[in-house]
């Protein structure tokens, strides 16, 4: 039964200072958790790490190499590599003035003590020089300041800062735009849309605020537990971790701002409509943080180091995001109540049928035709989405160069190239390995046998090997440059030959073979996780639903609708994005954020059709909660895309493809998978749907 409007209300008896203490008192907790945590948000890429140290997988060979190296030299210490070209010959002005500018830097705070000389190329038009950038405090700033001394060049002479410190100089810049042109597009993009969905000045503010207060709170949570070492921080991590924020927060606020708005039509008082909306929000909302909490915590099992800190970076920011949207959003609308609207108020009619779909016409219309014919527009759905699922295959994941990974041209990129002309291009960032004393010899002469190797000579001091606890290590200088595929391909051409050496108990390391171990552990990690992935969610969707069919059917729509994300993906990044391939963590991240987030509309829809059909039946339960969903849905999947999105302002190749597939698969799954697919089989199955719960055996309902 209705309720009375809200000025007849106010003389129930209730006492109104409640009404407005209550909601007061958690503003003002949230106002402090925004003023104690907010200012981490900008200080999160103070305890971020871009070095390889970051990336580096836990258990590979390359990682036990690294850990060895550091008793045969200073592994403090990442090289900077000059590389100074002039076309007509290098002049001996020329490696002056590259002694010259560079001179007075060594020995300086985060330069090693020495630098070498500028050596010639053996054509006469390069040299180059090595600078060691320590790696304590920021060796992005450090090498800048190396580009600053270098700035200036004799006139007709090119000079470039390349090598692993350039490397992350240029990492470092690239996710420079983190803090703030990441914020700002994506909170421009969310409020635009909100206010074209609210069409209210006032509403799409209360719910951007919400995210702003969530994203501090997981801030200065990541950065507390960064500072404690209980988290490792990279670039791509804060990242994600702001827009998963800001989209999975929205997301919440447009469920609950959508209930709410239904109640206030047939509920006079807007606490109660509140506290209804409330209440039959909180279960979606919840079953859709824990199951993109479950999904991203996965990447616990994963044995690269950027993979397993994401997974509790992101699960955080989805704990702050559910925290702000049931509690500060819903103080706030207590205390505007239906001026929150303004100018579009939901007026009281108590004799509205919100489900029925006389306040969401468009929505009751595509239900209706959906249920008209849903056998064939099940069948017609999913022959498009296996039309795009079968170009799955020829997506290409195994790998890039770590040259590939910026969008755009950056100096350590140029500078490789350069090397590459006039040197082997490993020089500088040579590949380590670490063997028995004994076998050295055999060692070094299998390695210089293997194609791509320019030079292996045992690591000496004063003219003697250097020994560590029977151990030597050989430095190994490939043709290619360190960064390459092809430079990973010749490490899996030296481990071939070094392992099998008896008594040699050899080690493969160095720059190229942490790139090979991780692209390997990668490929490995996206084996593993996928599948402990639809496992975890479907556990979590038998739980919500009560239900086997209803949720295997729902992760077999989500898997078709990824599979079909690819398969587009992959016809795009070939053809007109021209993209050199993809990492294999990238499609590991979109199924994980696909998955987790693509679930959350069937969460949201399937969990009102199931409140539905106990009244209705399962037939016009699903038109009752395809029409009362519709709106909410459709626009929080366009909200998400949009914020996914917004990570392609980051010039990276991985965040770039990230951005596309994830933005791509959440508007396949909240526009078609949500709208066609989910309704038109689960109405064609019927009841049954709900095996094995009650519902499923209930036969009161002539529609099912």
Same mark, same amino acid.
């Given at each position: ?7 007849v ?10 009404r ?5 008192l ?47 030299e ?7 590599i ?48 090595i ?34 410190a ?83 927060a ?31 929000t ?101 022959i ?44 500088g960032?040579?590949?380590w390995?670490i ?72 080690l493969? /390391? ?74 294999p ?35 016009? /339960?699903?038109?009752?909660g ?79």
């Open positions: 039964m209705a309720t009375k409007p809200d000025e209300a106010r003389g129930t008896g209730r006492t109104t200072t409640l407005w203490l209550i909601p007061a958690v503003l003002l907790g949230w106002l402090v958790i925004g003023g104690v945590a907010g200012p981490f948000a900008g200080k999160l890429s103070s305890v971020s790490t871009n070095s390889n140290s970051a990336f580096l997988p836990a258990s590979a060979e390359s990682t036990r190499v690294n850990d060895l190296l550091s008793d045969f200073d592994t403090d210490f990442l090289p900077a000059v590389i100074a070209e002039r076309t007509s010959g290098i002049t001996p002005q020329d490696l002056a003035s590259l002694s010259q500018a560079t001179a007075p830097l060594a020995g300086t705070e985060g330069f090693g003590p020495q630098f070498s000389p500028p050596i010639r190329s053996d054509d006469g038009q390069a040299a180059q020089l600078v060691p950038i320590s790696t304590d405090g920021e060796p992005a700033d450090t090498t800048e300041k190396l580009r600053d001394a270098l700035a200036n060049p004799p006139d007709g002479l090119t000079v470039k800062v390349t090598g692993p350039g490397q992350v100089a240029d990492l470092g810049e690239a996710f420079g735009g983190i803090d703030g042109l990441l914020l700002l597009v994506a909170g421009t993009v969310v409020i635009a849309i909100l206010i074209v969905v609210y069409r209210s000045p006032i509403l799409p503010f209360v719910v951007v605020i919400s995210a702003v207060f969530a994203l501090s709170l997981a801030s200065g949570a990541v950065y507390f537990l960064t500072k404690q070492g209980a988290l490792e921080l990279n670039g791509q991590s804060q990242g994600i971790l702001f827009i998963l924020v800001f989209g999975a929205t997301d919440y606020a447009l469920l609950l701002v959508s209930r709410f708005r239904e109640e206030l039509i047939t509920t006079g008082d807007t606490y109660d409509a509140l506290r209804i909306a409330w209440r039959s909180i279960e979606p909302v919840a079953a859709s943080a824990g199951t993109v909490i479950a999904g991203v915590l996965c990447l616990l099992l994963s044995d690269l180091n950027s993979n397993r800190s994401l997974g509790p970076v992101a699960a955080l920011g989805i704990a702050a995001s559910f925290l702000a949207s049931m509690t500060f959003l819903p103080a706030a609308l207590a205390l505007l109540g239906r001026a929150a609207f303004w100018p579009m108020r939901p007026r009281f009619t108590p004799d509205a049928d919100v489900e029925g779909g006389s306040t969401h016409r468009f929505w009751r219309r595509i239900a209706d035709a959906v249920a008209a014919r849903p056998r064939t527009i099940w069948i017609g759905t999913l498009i989405l296996l039309v795009g699922a079968a170009f799955a295959p020829t997506f290409r994941a195994d790998g890039v160069a770590s040259t590939d990974y910026f969008l755009g041209t950056v100096e350590s990129v140029q500078g490789a190239d350069i090397q590459a002309r006039h040197f082997d291009a490993g020089s960032s040579p590949t390995i063997t028995d004393q004994q076998s050295a010899a055999a060692v070094t002469d299998a390695v210089r046998g293997v194609d791509g190797v320019a030079n292996a000579q045992v690591l000496q001091q004063g003219g003697t090997p250097v020994v560590r606890d029977g151990k030597v290590a050989v430095e190994v200088t490939l043709t290619d440059n360190a960064e390459s595929l092809a430079a990973q391909d010749t490490v899996e051409r030296i481990r071939d030959v070094v392992h099998p050496i008896p008594g040699a108990d050899a493969v /390391g160095g720059t190229s073979a942490v790139d090979l171990d991780t692209r390997t552990t990668a490929i490995h990690d996206r084996n593993l996780i996928i599948p402990v992935v639809l496992l975890v969610v479907l556990a979590i969707l038998i739980l919500l639903l009560r239900s086997v069919v209803a949720p295997v059917l729902l992760l077999a729509t989500t898997v078709v609708s990824f599979a079909a994300t690819i398969g587009v993906s992959s016809l795009l990044f070939d053809g007109p994005f021209g993209f050199p391939g993809a990492d963590v990238v499609p590991l991240f979109a199924f994980v954020f696909l998955v987790a987030l693509g679930i959350d509309y069937n969460i949201f829809l399937m969990t009102r059709v199931r409140e539905e059909s106990r009244i209705h039946g399962t037939r016009d /339960g699903m038109i009752r395809l029409t009362a969903t519709g709106g909410v849905i459709t626009s929080a999947g366009v909200v998400l895309a949009a914020t996914f999105a917004a990570l392609a302002v980051i010039p990276l190749l991985f965040l770039a493809q990230v951005a596309f597939l994830v933005a791509f698969g959440v508007l396949v799954d909240a526009l078609v998978v949500r709208t066609l697919l989910v309704p038109a089989l689960t109405i064609d199955i019927g009841r049954r749907v709900w095996w094995p719960s009650t519902l499923s055996r209930d036969r009161s309902k002539s529609t099912d």
